[in-house]
């Protein structure tokens, strides 16, 4: 069973910095692309970041610049550097293991809240 457990959220104020941390367990963890989400009261989850296997990452443009992911494939951990963060960063993140539809597995989220 895929496991995928999130950390590193928390209350910062406008302009710090935060790394958010998620661990995966139960998959070949190397081979797998993995994402960051993210969801704001009253809105629907959306794709913060992404990287494959190859290292390919894709932001959206609302980070792009201040947000970096990486991965380590030793810890088999998934990492979201968030620099520069804004009040509207706030909601609770999502880590999640991309896979065919329907197999796909999510952490259970971190609370980011940035006070301005």
């Known amino acids: 069973q895929v496991q995928l457990v999130e950390s590193g959220g928390g209350l910062v104020q406008a302009g710090g910095s935060l790394r958010l941390s998620c661990a995966v367990s139960?998959?070949?963890?190397?081979?797998?692309?993995m994402g960051w989400y993210r969801q704001a009261p009253g809105k629907q989850r959306e794709m913060v970041a992404t990287?494959?296997?190859?290292?390919?990452?894709n932001y959206a443009d609302s980070v792009k610049g201040r947000f970096t992911i990486f991965r380590n494939n030793v810890k088999n951990t998934v990492y979201l550097q968030m620099n520069s963060l804004k009040p509207e960063d706030t909601a609770v993140y999502y880590c999640?293991?991309?896979?065919?539809?329907?197999?796909?597995?999510w952490g259970q989220g971190t609370q980011v809240t940035v006070s301005s």
């Open positions: 999640r293991r991309l896979a065919a539809p329907g197999f796909d597995s």
């Open positions: 139960g998959t070949i963890f190397s081979i797998v692309t």
């Open positions: 990287i494959t296997s190859e290292l390919r990452t």
